[in-house]
Each structure stands twice: as structure tokens, then as C-alpha cells.
């Protein structure tokens, strides 16, 4: 299993997964120059994907896929709802419609609902071999009937969007505020701290924090707030780092089960 984040942020998220033969990328957003970029940076050629996951449709989480689709022939995978919002897949040949789990080859993909502000709102576990994934970001809120599902994975990759008070001190207009912070929204800092310290176990190696607000949060007080959280709960775990907008992280490889 190797696993990517290509970029993550306001301005676009993408995220590369494989195993096997299978080349999946979660969501596609920025531009279709950039995810290609980044592939060939982690030695992968775009011609590979075999698929891309839709989380959901908005603009930061497919801008680039219009463009990925002309050169490249991946199949895309997207709820119904999600399928009429993209008017650039109304003619693709290789949409597949999900509602539940599926497998792409031997990885098995779960899916779970989330709540935001969109037609539909999915996030995944992708498991495969021993290790498995845990993609969850733009959602206000997570239902604890999920939690068997998401307990004791190897790698989160979680949504931790915004600090609290940054946000209502912040420059957005009331109206965008309630939006972040309701239940259609965005995960703050503390509520994504308390939800991974209920989920991870000691299979867990890694937590990449996700989709951090340009405006409202900082890499400091993300990582803070979970720092404090988990000392509240007595938890030792300090395998955890930031994904940038414009930057790669490192690469998680279960060839040495490290992220170099």
C-alpha cells in the first residue's frame, strides 16, 4: 500500500493511493497540471490511474478532472447524485455509479456517508492486505455508527479545518462562520482531536491532518489541539504531520512501513 497526499486545502485536494495493480486517486482537485506533476514527482505516471474516487462535488475536490479526463481514461467512480452534477462525465464511457462498498481489485472500498453542503457526501476506508485507510474530510460531523468501521486503522487521513476562535475572529462574514461551523460544514480542530482519539489503536502508524483553512487554522494549532486532546485521554501517539496545500507529503510505503 502507498499512499500520497498531492495536495490538500481550500484550493484543491487530491489524494494518491495504490496497491497492487490498482492506482487510485481520492478526489482531483487544483489542476490537471499539477496532479500530473506531482504523480511524475512520486514516480507515477498519470496514464497509470486505474481509478478516481469522488468524494463529493465541489469545486475544490474536482477542478482538475475535466481536464485529467481528455488526456487520461481512468475509470471514475461517484454516486448518482454526484454523476448530474458533472456535466464533464455525461459522456465519459467509464463512469461507475456506487452507492455501497466495491472492490478495485483486492482493495475494498467502504464507503460511509458524511454531512456537508453538497448533493451527496461520501468518504472511504480502502483496505488491502494487512493495512488499510482511513479518508475523512469536509464533513460537519461523523456518526458515531461509523465508528466500528473506522476504529484501529493504519493511516488517517483526517479533516482538521479550522481552530475555533481563529474562525470567529476571522474575516469570514457571519453567514460563511455558521456554514463552517454547522453540522453541513467542516471539522474543527478539537472535534477532529476527539474523533481520532476514539478511533486509532495499535494498529495505527500514521494521522495526516487534511483541508486545514488557509485563514482560520495553522499547522501549530492543529497539531497542538490534538497533542492536548490525546494527553487527555492518555494517549502516546506522535507519528503525526500536516498536509500542505501546495506540497506532497511523504511517501507511506508498506515495503519498510515507513513514510519517507
Avoid at 477532529?192 to 487554522?217: A, V, W
Wanted: glycine residues 4%; negative net charge; proline residues 2%.
Amino acid at each position: 500500500m502507498k499512499t500520497v497526499v498531492l495536495a490538500s486545502g481550500s484550493e484543491g485536494n487530491s489524494t494518491f493511493f495504490s496497491y497492487q495493480n490498482e492506482k487510485i486517486l481520492l478526489d482531483i482537485g487544483k489542476n490537471a497540471k499539477y496532479i500530473k506533476e506531482k504523480l511524475l514527482e512520486i514516480g507515477e505516471n498519470p496514464q497509470d490511474v486505474t481509478a478516481i474516487l469522488i468524494s463529493h462535488t465541489h469545486d475544490d475536490h474536482v477542478s482538475a478532472l475535466r481536464v485529467f479526463l481528455k488526456s487520461f481514461h481512468p475509470k471514475v467512480y461517484v454516486t448518482e447524485k454526484m454523476f448530474y452534477d458533472l456535466e464533464c462525465l455525461k459522456d465519459y464511457p467509464n463512469v461507475v455509479i456506487y452507492d455501497d462498498d466495491f472492490y478495485l481489485g483486492d482493495v475494498k472500498v467502504t464507503t460511509i456517508r458524511t454531512s456537508h453542503d453538497a448533493s451527496d457526501s461520501r468518504n472511504f476506508v480502502l483496505s488491502a492486505g494487512d493495512e488499510s485507510l482511513v479518508y475523512l474530510t469536509d464533513t460537519g460531523y461523523l456518526n458515531r455508527k461509523y465508528f466500528p468501521v473506522l476504529e484501529n486503522r493504519t493511516y488517517y487521513l483526517m479533516e482538521s479545518n479550522h481552530d475555533i476562535e481563529m474562525l470567529m475572529n476571522g474575516p469570514y462574514p457571519k453567514w460563511l462562520k455558521q456554514r463552517v461551523l454547522g453540522t453541513l460544514g467542516h471539522l474543527s480542530n478539537k472535534d477532529s482531536s476527539f474523533y481520532l482519539s476514539k478511533l486509532i489503536g495499535n494498529k495505527t502508524e500514521k494521522i495526516i491532518l487534511m483541508h486545514l483553512s488557509k485563514h482560520n487554522n495553522t499547522e501549530e494549532k492543529a497539531l497542538q489541539t490534538l497533542e492536548e486532546t490525546f494527553g487527555e485521554y492518555d494517549i502516546s501517539f506522535t507519528n503525526i504531520v500536516c498536509a500542505k496545500q501546495n506540497e506532497i507529503t511523504k511517501v507511506c510505503n508498506d515495503q519498510d512501513r515507513v513514510c519517507r
